[in-house]
T-cell receptor, first 117, second 111 residues
């Protein structure tokens, strides 16, 4: 069964350093999402891509976070510089994308747990 | 964005039915009701969704109140593997596939 791949699974960094997370969605999925999940809370959407275009980044802290999906397949989320409050699980999800109003469920990867010291 | 209210936690015994409630009194006509669950150390996974009518699939059933202000996710026979956080989410059909998660209900299942 196809899965969303993420790497690394765990990342420990010091504040002010740069970190990057990678996501490979399920083949053929046009929509890709990055979420942040703080311990004890539900996932919060950071950015949504449709193919290579950003369709929603309203919750992305753009002063330090950036995301790209250059060829419309895999994606990278970067934080520079990392702050203590960025410690969280970063989840990637993908879906087929909008198609005639039918709902396409989101498939989530295992996440990257970031610890900022 | 419409909000949902769920109990923080619930408990069940294995092989018993589980009814997970969700209140969404401010639901609009364009909101679908979705349920996702998150097993320990995993990303969330889709469970079920519906608009007005009750829905069944291999994982669960979704019962929607006639006024749509509340819904219930039904697990017919809980297993240990069903221990997870269950999220009830309203999705505005005008906003494509965007999901806004709350804090969910943590379900514990005892042998």
């Amino acid at each position: 069964e196809a899965e969303v791949a993420q790497s690394p699974r765990y990342k420990i960094t010091e504040k002010s350093q740069a970190v990057a997370f990678w996501c490979d969605p399920i083949s053929g999925h046009a929509t890709l999402y990055w979420y942040r999940q703080i311990l004890g809370q539900g996932p919060e959407l950071l950015v949504q891509f449709q193919d290579e275009s950003v369709v929603d980044d309203s919750q992305l802290p753009k002063d330090r976070f950036s995301a790209e999906r250059l060829k419309g397949v895999d994606s990278t989320l970067k934080i520079q510089p990392a702050e203590l409050g960025d410690s969280a699980m970063y989840l990637c999800a993908s879906s087929l994308g909008a198609s005639g109003g039918a709902y396409n469920e989101q498939f989530f990867g295992p996440g990257t747990r970031l610890t900022v010291l | 964005d419409a909000k949902t209210t769920q109990p923080n936690s619930m408990e069940s015994n294995e092989e018993e039915p589980v009814h997970l409630p969700c209140n969404h009194s401010t639901i609009s006509g364009t909101d679908y009701i979705h349920w996702y669950r998150q097993l320990p150390s995993q990303g969330p996974e889709y469970v079920i969704h519906g608009l007005t009518s009750n829905v069944n699939n291999r994982m669960a059933s979704l019962a929607i109140a006639e006024d749509r202000k509340s819904s219930t996710l039904i697990l017919h026979r809980a297993t240990l593997r069903d221990a997870a956080v269950y999220y009830c989410i309203l999705r505005d059909v005008r906003n494509t596939d965007k999901l806004i998660f709350g804090t969910g209900t943590r379900l514990q299942v005892f042998p």
